[in-house]
C-alpha cells in the first residue's frame, strides 16, 4: 500500500499468450466476498504454497486513489466470513516483475473463467511506469471492472 492508508492502483485487461510461461508457474488461489459495497467491505482468504492467509479489507470512494485499511485475520475466520458474504469471486494471483514495478496478474475462474487483469500500484497518481507487451487496453475507469462489479455481476462483462 502507498502512504497514508492510500491506494493508488491502474487496471488492464491481459492477453495471456504473451504472458512469460514461467510467470505463471506460481499463484495464490483467492476467493473474495463482498460483505458490503458503500464503502466496500471484502474478505479473502488466499492459498499460496499449501499455506493459507486471511484479509479483512475496506475501501473507501474512488476509482485509481482511494483509502484502504487492509487486516491480517485467521484464515479461518475469512472461511466464516466468506460464507456471510453478498457476493464472490475465485481468482489466481501471479506476480510478475516487469521494468522496476511489480504487477499483480489475476486469472478469474469460475463464472469469469477467461477474464485476465492485471494491477499496478503506484505511489502517485503520475507515477511513469513501462507497459508490458502482454498488457492489452486499460480498463481503470470502467467500473464494471472492479473487483465487487464482477463478484455483483456473477459474470464476465
Known amino acids: 500500500m502507498t502512504g497514508s492508508n492510500r491506494e493508488i492502483e491502474r487496471k488492464f485487461l491481459v492477453r495471456p499468450r504473451l504472458l512469460p510461461a514461467d510467470a505463471l508457474r506460481d499463484g495464490a488461489a483467492f476467493e473474495q466476498g463482498y460483505l458490503a459495497t458503500e464503502p466496500t467491505v471484502r474478505v479473502r482468504?488466499?492459498?499460496?504454497?499449501?499455506?493459507?492467509?486471511?484479509?479483512?479489507?475496506?475501501?473507501?470512494?474512488?476509482?485509481?486513489?482511494?483509502?484502504?485499511?487492509?487486516?491480517?485475520?485467521?484464515?479461518?475466520?475469512?472461511?466464516?466470513?466468506?460464507?456471510?458474504?453478498?457476493?464472490?469471486?475465485?481468482?489466481?494471483?501471479?506476480?510478475?516483475?516487469?521494468?522496476?514495478?511489480?504487477?499483480?496478474?489475476?486469472?478469474?475462474?469460475?463464472?469469469?473463467?477467461?477474464?485476465?487483469?492485471?494491477?499496478?500500484?503506484?505511489?502517485?497518481?503520475?507515477?511513469?511506469?513501462?507497459?508490458?507487451?502482454w498488457v492489452d487496453r486499460e480498463v481503470s475507469l470502467d467500473p464494471r471492472y472492479s473487483n465487487a462489479a464482477l463478484a455483483r455481476a456473477g459474470c464476465a462483462p
Open 45 to 133: 482468504r488466499s492459498v499460496l504454497a499449501g499455506e493459507a492467509y486471511g484479509y479483512l479489507t475496506i475501501k473507501g470512494p474512488g476509482v485509481i486513489n482511494r483509502l484502504e485499511l487492509e487486516y491480517a485475520i485467521p484464515p479461518e475466520d475469512a472461511r466464516a466470513l466468506l460464507e456471510l458474504a453478498k457476493w464472490s469471486l475465485t481468482k489466481v494471483r501471479h506476480r510478475i516483475p516487469f521494468a522496476h514495478h511489480t504487477w499483480d496478474v489475476d486469472a478469474f475462474t469460475g463464472d469469469h473463467a477467461g477474464l485476465w487483469l492485471a494491477e499496478i500500484e503506484l505511489s502517485r497518481e503520475d507515477e511513469p511506469f513501462e507497459v508490458p507487451p
